[in-house]
């Protein structure tokens, strides 16, 4: 979701059980049938206070029996959380309780699947909606939900596996400029120094990529993209850098849609912000980090990566925390591939080769696979195995299965799963069917075991021939890979494939004369560890 590390001094960044439904290692217990719909979130924001006063109307289906559901809303204690007023179902009284950060409903004795229920609320949050100043002093309200912060301001199903269409309308006062998800569709002067705006999404999004900008805004229209309206949301003092740093997201979203597929959202807003994240990819709306903003144009990669995550993470979303690879390693790798396409497969193996030193370094720290069941907390699964080591694995499938075939498949899975959830099952068979291969030993090996093949390797000629060979070390697994080898001779060279599916392997390579050099994987396909 988020560019977390810094890279080139950019970023540092089923069981049934009581109820609810239980996937995987992800602890969430899920409505098993309530499913929202929609939300509307009336906000009133104020300058002389932190405390919001909310009303949320969200319109629920219930997919089988209507029983029991829950929200997500952190209850107040001491300084901080949400009062709940009142919960209405279809303008009536609900039967509620607001105990251990839940609203727990209790529906009415109707046949309706479909109901619309109101919860009124008011509070000071103590994170997702994020109340200070701007560097320049200014005072900013930023919604900054990602994993599962809006439960701290927004009652909700705070979990990407259910997503909704949105709707934000704030009143505030009318000295700010407002942006929030979705397309703006009111601003009225309310008199007595208030103003409301109004903005709606009709695709279905996840709360961790819902969010609203309450400050002092410079903004641009930076272009239209196949009817999409490219924007940048900057703060006054920085005006002119702002619309030149984000200047080129309209170049990054023609790319995507032209090799991905088709864009989910009514806009895509480019937002300087008050963010945890070096970039958050709220759905339309993204947030970077206050500094991106230089004039220096220097954020290039930082934005192809949230913009990436409009596909994949925002519109086909993870259905499981633990899978969150499918959000931050394809956003890694498809930012490569944008830049990629603009400066040359020398920018591709420039950042796999920072990319693969900083998964070696975090492996000796944590050994554990990029899909570990044995992470519960949703802020701890994002790591450099979600992030470049899942990158690198797409680079690996890419290479496996070809560039034709790799977009193939990549298209399919997006066509599959837009506006949806997925696991890494439903990918794995996406490129499956578009490949007519088996990549079950892939996926298994590169995802859900611990690590890479760590190699030690040597070469000799004798007769005519080069003589390799290579020895995996790890003592944990034998992965099976292919290596490319470069023989270089007279200035040219000549790159061959061996395939490696043992701990020792041993090949030859006929050559006419003894070669200058021997080079292992120089184009920076395979993942490993040189000892």
Do not use: C
């Not at 939300?39 to 997919?63: M, Q, R």
């Not at 204690?77 to 179902?89: D, I, Q």
């Not at 030149?244 to 032209?258: M, P, Q």
């Not at 499918?326 to 591939?337: H, K, M, N, R, V």
């Amino acid at each position: 979701m988020k560019k977390l590390l810094r890279k080139n001094s950019l970023l540092l960044v089923s069981f049934l059980l009581l109820g609810y439904v239980l996937q995987a290692q992800d602890t969430y217990l899920r409505n098993t049938s309530a499913d929202v719909q929609g939300y509307i979130f009336n906000l009133s924001l104020h300058d002389d206070t932190n405390e919001i006063k909310g009303e949320t109307i969200a319109t629920v289906a219930f997919k089988n029996e209507v029983n029991e559901f829950s929200l997500d809303l952190v209850a107040k204690s001491g300084t901080y959380g949400m009062e709940v007023l009142g919960v209405f179902e279809d303008s009536i009284k609900a039967n509620y309780s607001h105990e251990g950060n839940k609203i727990r409903i209790i529906p009415s004795a109707k046949e309706a699947k479909q109901r619309v229920y109101t919860i009124q609320y008011q509070g000071i949050p103590e994170r997702g909606l994020v109340i200070d100043t701007t560097k320049f002093g200014q005072r900013s309200f930023f919604g900054d939900n990602w994993p599962n912060l809006a439960r701290h301001w927004l009652p909700s199903v705070d979990h990407p596996s259910d997503k909704a269409s949105i709707e934000f309308r704030i009143t505030a006062p009318d000295h700010y400029d407002v942006v929030a998800t979705g397309e703006k569709i009111e601003e009225s002067n309310l008199g007595n120094g208030a103003k409301l705006t109004s903005y709606k999404e009709a695709a279905p999004v996840a709360m961790k990529v819902v969010t609203v900008g309450v400050t002092k805004f410079a903004s641009k229209v930076l272009d239209e993209v196949e009817g999409i309206p490219v924007s940048a949301w900057v703060y006054p003092e920085n005006r002119l850098d702002g619309f030149s740093d984000y200047g080129v997201a309209t170049n990054v979203l023609k790319y995507f849609i032209d090799h991905i597929g088709p864009y989910s959202y009514a806009k895509l807003a480019n937002m300087q912000a008050k963010t945890q994240w070096g970039g958050l990819e709220n759905a339309g709306t993204i947030s970077y980090f206050e500094n991106s903003v230089t004039g220096q144009n220097e954020v290039e990669g930082l934005i192809a990566h949230e913009i990436a995550h409009q596909w994949f993470g925002n519109s086909a979303s993870e259905n499981d925390w633990n899978h969150v690879w499918l959000s931050e390693g394809f956003a890694t790798y498809f930012a490569i591939l944008y830049q990629e396409s603009v400066y040359g497969d020398e920018k591709r193996k420039e950042e796999l080769a920072i990319d693969r030193k900083q998964i070696i370094e975090y492996y000796a720290k944590n050994p554990s696979p990029i899909v570990d069941p044995s992470i519960k907390d949703p802020m701890k699964v994002l790591s450099t195995n979600t992030y470049q080591k899942g990158g690198w694995i797409l680079n690996m499938l890419r290479h496996k299965l070809g560039d034709k075939t790799f977009w193939k498949g990549i298209k399919a899975y997006y066509k599959k799963y837009r506006n949806s959830n997925a696991m890494t099952v439903d990918f794995q068979k996406a490129m499956e069917e578009a490949s007519g291969q088996n990549l079950e030993s892939f996926f298994q090996q590169w995802i859900f075991t611990k690590g890479y093949p760590e190699i030690k390797y040597n070469w000799t000629y004798k007769k005519g021939k080069v003589n390799i060979t290579i020895n995996q070390i790890q003592d944990y697994h034998i992965f099976e890979f292919p290596m490319e080898v470069e023989v270089k001779k007279n200035g040219k060279s000549v790159i061959s494939s061996v395939q490696v599916n043992t701990k020792e392997s041993t090949f030859e390579i006929a050559v006419d004369s003894r070669p200058e050099a021997v080079n292992f994987d120089p184009n920076l396909w395979l993942l490993f560890e040189e000892k």
